[in-house]
């Protein structure tokens, strides 16, 4: 069945086995004005995010609101909880669970810190986890570079640089030229 | 050409201009790929990792058996009573909580620091600390008396209208230690990812190539993913530095904002904390030990990561042994009876066995690390480790007993007497740790292997030797110099 329905194409990946191959391969493609491509590498090589030109993530700023909003909800959550003491609309009481401790008071800022920093803490990391997991579209388990059998050594030894065919500037013929000109090891043909 | 002297190109060479790589014998991305998971690739688990498992597994089985005999009859199988009704539980509590600081502490702090040493240690000692957190957060668990009312302990919304205490250093625990657990449970899964798509794409059986490719997410080793992770793992470490130094300062909180003589210390939370890093890296050290016999890892975990532990513990075990020397002090100085009393008490007391068991192990052991012989010597520092564990253990007991046996009032003092089940139980919590450590060393990435390929030279992407090693390339002279070193 797969002879008669011609497969469509991924994308074209070069093979390095150096870290400065595709360092200095991803700044040619970069250079080259391709959008459409990706470094497939066992570990964060240094420097090789900027020589691809990809600009710096959100996530930080995702980790500060997520933090923000921790901190409040332990305010919240323990004002609501053992300090509250209001009418609402003069009517109905609205009275948090109080503990009268030695008379201290049931609004005590100080004893608050421990469990709002904590929970700061603990919103922050959540959205620093859930958050990389979101912004990189993980859990996929469906892709056609993980279904390539050679792309596997990308999580142990190899690096691969891709270049997709939905870039508008591809033309498999073309590219394949350009990629032999950075000196890969293969050249490899990845179905969609 | 030069001669080469025996104190040159020696792993635990102070001048780093002489010290060969962090990780031995490879010069190449996959053979440390092979080396490492060469444990997990096996198709069978060496005999001793069968043997110790049994054991473990059956000390896990009496912890369960302990429990279910606690909840049926009841806390007072326990040695806990009038006056010390806080006995071994949360002795074994805090126990653990410090065991489980020094992940934490090298995935962190020591990543903040930049100390590349910490990626051969750092994936273990993570999975030890969430353990270890395991085993501590059992004993308050238990330690409720109805366990099935446990769920009070938590914020949640019920039909008696009735809300947990917020000022009170108890629910701070719980947010404490639950706070601590999740985010060290997600440091430690965020790092085992892309070791995890590793373990995925060698994956020789179905069952195996499923199970690790679903916790695997989906990790392709895109740089564009990279570049998030990286943020998201700076942040993390970020975060949980002062976490880990937060958690035991809460813990202590628990004694400190008591009123009881010998727990009412503004030193407590440093002192808690540094101990708490001090046992963290005893224990690191005792499973290390172990761990790259038998699996293997000698080219990973070198002498040297060993010996900069040792300074660690010589360090953090001198802060213990000052903050010690600074409570008595204090109790002296503050000119106050019942503090005075119940230091001199603690020493020359009926604990006071007890007392100095705790100050020999704590302080005194770790003096021998000044000597580098002592921190190049594999018997001498697994001995040590073990030292470390048992005083640790006795800190807290002295804490928590003394002051709670001889308080302020001679008729309500009492001497406080554990059960065969108190000993039972706290021996049970090591197999139930041994337990999860054994399963995670034969199925799970036991070195951070993306981490370790980053700190090659080769790894280096300008390889215009910014490396000192490149400059100076380990020679076969070389590196069998060193080798006998170890």
Known sequence: ?192 | MTTLQSNQFCNTNEDPRNRPQLIRNHTDFGSVTDDILKGNDAARPPKSWWFALAISFSMMSMLGVLIGYLIVTGVGVWGNNNPVMWGYPIVNFVFWVGIGHAGTLISAILFLFRQKWRTAINRFAEAMTIFAVICAGTFPGIHVGRVWLAYWLFPIPNQMDMWPQFRSPLLWDVFAVGTYFTVSLLFWYLGMIPDLATMRDRATTKVKQIAYGVFAVGWRGSMRHWHRYERAYLLLAALATPLVLSVHSVVSFDFAVAQLPGWHTTIFPPYFVAGAIFSGFAMVMTLAIPARELWGLKNFITMRHLENMCKIILFTGSLVGFAYSMEFFIAWYSGELYESFTFINRAFGPYGWAYWIMVSCNVVTPQIFWFKKARNSIVIMFTASLFVNVGMWFERFVIVVTSLANDFLPSSWGIFEPTWVDVMTFFGSFGLFMTFFLLFIRYLPVLAIAELKAVMPAADPHGHGHSYNEMTPETDAQAALAEEDE
Not at chain 1, 16 to 28: L, V
Not at chain 1, 100 to 115: C, E, N, Q, R, Y
Not at chain 1, 131 to 143: C, Q, S
Not at chain 1, 161 to 189: M, Q, W
Request: with cysteine.
């Open chain 1, 1 to 192: 069945m797969s002879q008669d329905t011609p497969k469509k194409l991924y994308g074209l990946a070069a093979e390095f086995t150096t870290t400065p191959g595709i360092y200095h391969a991803a700044e040619k493609v970069n250079e080259a004005g391709y959008k459409w491509f990706d470094c497939l590498v066992p570990f964060p090589v240094h420097g090789l995010d900027r020589a691809m030109g990809v600009k710096m993530t959100i996530l930080p700023i995702l980790v500060f609101c997520g933090g923000v909003a921790g901190f409040l909800a332990a305010c919240v959550l323990q004002i609501f909880t053992n300090s509250l003491e209001v009418d609402l609309w003069a009517l109905v009481p609205v009275v948090g669970y109080q503990f009268d401790v030695s008379g201290k008071p049931l609004l005590g800022a100080a004893a608050f810190v421990p469990v709002a920093f904590e929970m700061t803490v603990l919103f922050s990391a959540l959205t620093a986890v859930f958050g990389t997991l979101f912004l990189n579209k993980l859990p996929m388990f469906y892709h056609p570079t993980l279904k390539h059998p050679a792309l596997a050594r990308a999580t142990d030894d190899r690096f691969y640089l891709v270049i997709e065919a939905c870039d508008p500037k591809f033309s498999k013929a073309e590219v394949e030229a350009f990629l032999s000109t950075l000196e890969p090891e293969s050249i490899i043909e990845l179905d969609a």
